[in-house]
């Protein structure tokens, strides 16, 4: 560990030269370790961008609790989207470590100056996109977030095991949701095929834009808080979803999927990544409610993080003067 604390802590070049060697050795930055501001920086970039999708990502699927067509369903669904309140919040705390405040980092999020994924900007039409959601979204989730669980971040990479044991709950959930539909009638099939038409090229925007105009991976790499690149991990994603897709009896939309036996893996088309640069931008489907309604929930919750600072407060004054006493 980069301990900086010591009272011979060593110079600049000293605590650089220990920060690189941590790196090399695989071994984790900690809060309390110095680190390079532009380290610092990239971690409360992505760790933000990553617990505002989660809560942000609560929308699309949090329309259809009262919509479900059982309490069966309803009980599921409600208990997936109170999880992505839950890695929302050890998100925001893994960001705090570094000196980041969460109050701070939502209003960045409410003024629209910090991003959060391009996924949750689509409309979620029917309860089949509920199942597509667990299992496209969730999907990539785990592609891109199991190899987060070995950043070199401390706090990022353990909030990420509990994470990733969560989605892939989610996964599963959205999957079986599927399989039942597509047990059912034709109608439910067909919503079950309209989703996946929908939601197949915004998941494999998730990745990120590809690697020649993706600014940030290299550094991230080389720091180790990143692990792959955001090709690899979309190939891995389609990799992972044809033959899902087939035992489920849907086709993807892509006219250009097809295995390609000398690499191993599969070819598949280019995702409209101008489209990727609109809803990131703020001009995709759905943008403008889901944040009016992020909004909205800020400010009609003010009450309640006024009550519980009262209540921390009374808290700490009664320990103080127990203690006084
Ligand atoms: N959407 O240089 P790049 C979930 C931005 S939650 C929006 O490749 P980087 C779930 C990028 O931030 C899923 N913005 O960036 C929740 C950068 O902008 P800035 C969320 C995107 O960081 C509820 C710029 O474009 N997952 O699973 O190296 C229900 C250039 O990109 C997107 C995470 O947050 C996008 N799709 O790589 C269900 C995972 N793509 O900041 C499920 C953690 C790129 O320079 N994050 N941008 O202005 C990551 O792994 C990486 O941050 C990314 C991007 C792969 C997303």
Redesign the pocket.
Known sequence: MATTHSAEAPDRDGLQEHFDATITRDQRIEPRDWMPDGYRKTLI??IA??AH??II??QP?GEWITKAPSLRRKAILFAKVQD?AG?GLYLYSAAETLGADRADLTARLIEGRQ??????NYPTLSFADVGV?GWF??G??IC??VP?CRSSYGPYARAMVRICKE?SF?QRQGYELLLTMMRGTDAQRAMVQDAVDRWWWPSL?????PDDA????AQ?MAWKI?RHS?DE?RQRFVDMTVPQADKLGVRLPDPELRWNEERGRHDFGTPDWDE?KR??TGNGPCNDRRMERRRTAHEEGAWVREAATAHAAKQAARAKDGAAA
């Open positions: 970039r992505q961008q990553h999708s989660e990502g609560m699927e992505e890695h991003k959060y994924s391009s996924i949750f959601i979204v969730d990539a989730a891109n977030q987060l989605e989610h925007m998730m990745f990120g834009p993706s600014p940030n991976s991230s990143k955001n991990l990727l809803v990131i």
